[in-house]
């Protein structure tokens, strides 16, 4: 069946995963500042991300129309809707700070006892393996890239679920519509004769 429009494919494009791995440090950030912690940032990055994700094709599209991108203005306008959404969803007043406090900042530094005591410890010997030794040899198997398209794939797969979700309610809505045309005809048929 040919489309006027194509549908939306169920993987994410390439160009999605790129865009998703040059903003997503920054959009972590900005959605910790606005909610005013880490511990709510994260599904505010993949809600606004899922929300770039739907209107993804259309806005390449006007991009490419327009001759520059839109995509950046959309993705910051999102969040901040996403936030004022967000905020009025809670039950507590949000606070949000500035800059990180200096108890956030110690969450990674050991305590001195703890940095004394592994000063001091004594140094075991360790049984290593040949594996071990050629570790350091082999090139690494960490990819930084994998925790960017994980991203990208969760805000695609939840966009693909609702633009599911909106082709289902269109053809509902176009089957009552239709049945609904169909028995006023009949009935003005029916009195006609």
Do not use: C, N
Not at 19 to 38: C, N
């Amino acid at each position: 069946m040919a489309h006027l429009f194509p549908p939306m494919h169920d993987e994410p494009p390439p160009e999605f995963i790129a865009f998703v791995a040059d903003r997503l440090a920054g959009l972590r950030e900005e959605a910790a500042r606005l909610s005013g912690g880490d511990r709510y940032s994260d599904a505010l990055a993949i809600d606004v991300l899922t929300d770039l994700a739907v209107h993804w094709r259309r806005l390449r599209w006007e991009g490419w129309l327009r001759g520059h991108d839109v995509t950046g203005p959309y993705l910051a306008h999102r969040m901040e809707e996403r936030t004022k959404q967000w905020r009025e969803e809670q039950i507590y007043p949000v606070e949000v700070t500035v800059g990180p406090s200096a108890e956030a900042l110690d969450w990674y530094r050991p305590s001195p006892a703890a940095a004394a005591e592994t000063e001091e410890a004594p140094s075991r010997a360790v049984a290593v393996t040949v594996a071990q030794r050629l570790a350091d040899l082999l090139p690494t198997t960490v990819r930084d890239e994998v925790g960017v398209v994980a991203e990208a794939e969760i805000a695609w797969v939840h966009a693909y679920r609702r633009y599911v979700w909106w082709r289902y309610t269109r053809a509902g809505i176009g089957v009552v519509l239709l049945f609904g045309y169909l028995v006023h005809f009949m009935s003005a048929a029916s009195s006609a004769a």
